[in-house]
């Protein structure tokens, strides 16, 4: 449900997964934008800004609960980030222990409103292990599942459980389903290797060779924080257009021809759906690889 009141701005947020590759910049632009962070992370790279800093595991309850002390908002994004980095269990087991721990304590001592960090992968299709494509472009939000690996798994339990925090404790939950999230310098590098790369072509198809800059992606998390509205959203956000310079038709008709095509997609229009995205945080991305501005070579 989408409220008519102002904006809120919380008072301070708890970041998990501080230290990652969203975290950091998040961090750093809720502290340019005036609010006080408290940060959450397995290990630090570096020293984080934050004025209070937590290490250790997001599973943990007792820590978690020190860590939400005088926060009013939370932003999960602790996670192992792919099937590859352990055991099934492992990567089941810790993401939805952590996003159970964090929702379950922020909502039992108050908290109003969580962003969490699910993914392009929730539904399945991207990382199983057979012959499949999606059953439809554009992606959207009710693509239908079919889960082979524990991340792409852990991801949609995740969903579940802001669905069941809501209900439980009345706490906002925002799910943003995340593509490949980098700096643009990386995007264009990640692009001119995808170029070189038909089998990584025809893999990324079943997640539409969407991609999101940095910006746009904590755009995302900062609106889910203070954006007037109730209930649990799940929201797929990706940039309008391709990591692949050739026409998405084309790539369609050859990647996945068996697919339902509800609709034409000219240029190098990404086959995202991100109407609800749009809707419920009025957000819009603003930065595609297909500018002239982002396609030039860094001097």
């Known amino acids: 449900m989408t409220d008519s009141a102002s904006p809120m701005k919380p008072t301070r947020v708890l970041v998990t997964g501080a230290d990652g590759t969203i975290g950091r910049p998040v961090v750093?632009?809720?502290?340019?934008?005036?609010i006080p962070v408290t940060a959450l992370s397995a290990a630090?790279?570096?020293p984080s800004p934050a004025d209070r800093v937590f290490t250790g595991d997001a599973a943990d309850a007792t820590l978690v609960r020190q860590a939400l002390k005088d926060a009013d908002a939370?932003?999960?994004l602790a996670a192992i980030p792919h099937p590859g980095l352990g055991t099934a269990r492992e990567v089941f087991v810790g993401n939805t222990s952590a996003t159970?721990?964090?929702?379950d304590a922020a909502g039992e001592l108050g908290v109003r409103r969580a962003v969490i960090a699910s993914s392009i992968n929730a539904f399945g299709v991207p990382l199983n292990r057979h012959d499949l494509t999606p059953a439809y472009y554009p992606l959207d939000e009710l693509s239908p599942v079919a889960h082979d690996d524990a991340y792409s798994l852990s991801k949609w339990v995740d969903e579940q459980t802001g669905a069941w925090a809501y209900s439980r404790w009345d706490i906002t939950v925002i799910a943003l389903r995340f593509p490949l999230v980098r700096d643009l310098p990386e995007l264009r590098a990640a692009a001119a290797r995808l170029s070189q790369n038909p089998d990584e072509q025809a893999r990324l198809a079943r997640e539409g060779w969407a991609y999101l800059a940095m910006a746009d992606a904590v755009d995302a998390v900062l609106r889910g924080l203070t954006r007037p509205v109730s209930g649990m959203h799940t929201l797929l956000l990706a940039?309008?257009?391709?990591?692949?310079?050739?026409p998405t038709d084309l790539l369609l008709d050859r990647f996945a021809p068996k697919s339902e095509r509800r609709r034409n997609f000219p240029g190098r229009t990404a086959p995202i759906d991100t109407a609800a995205a749009r809707r419920v945080l009025g957000w819009i991305p603003r930065h595609r690889l297909s500018d002239p501005i982002?396609?030039?070579?860094?001097?």
Do not use: I, N, Q, R
């Open 74 to 76: 939370v932003v999960h």
């Open 100 to 103: 159970f721990t964090v929702l």
């Open 44 to 46: 630090w790279s570096a």
């Open 239 to 246: 940039a309008e257009d391709t990591l692949v310079e050739e």
């Open 294 to 299: 982002f396609l030039e070579t860094p001097a």
């Open 28 to 34: 750093e632009a809720l502290l340019s934008a005036g």
